[in-house]
């Protein structure tokens, strides 16, 4: 899923999630937090391709 991020719009988003995630990291003291929202994001990218998989949702 990692490769396509030579697309400079799609490397921005995900060094915007990691400069985040990162960040949360630093003011929690605690990974878990980040954590969850990478398995969160994940999920939600996952429900995105079945949709657009199944034809409900258009790319």
Excluded: E
Excluded at 7 to 21: A, I, Y
Excluded at 22 to 37: D, N
Aim: net charge positive; proline share 3%; glycine share 6%.
């Amino acid at each position: 899923m990692h490769a396509q991020y030579y697309d400079p719009f799609l490397f921005s988003q995900v060094f915007s999630m990691g400069m985040l995630f990162g960040y949360l990291r630093y003011r929690t003291g605690s990974t878990w937090l980040t954590i969850y929202l990478h398995a969160l994001n994940n999920l939600a990218a996952t429900v995105q391709t079945l949709l657009i998989a199944n034809g409900v949702m258009s790319p």
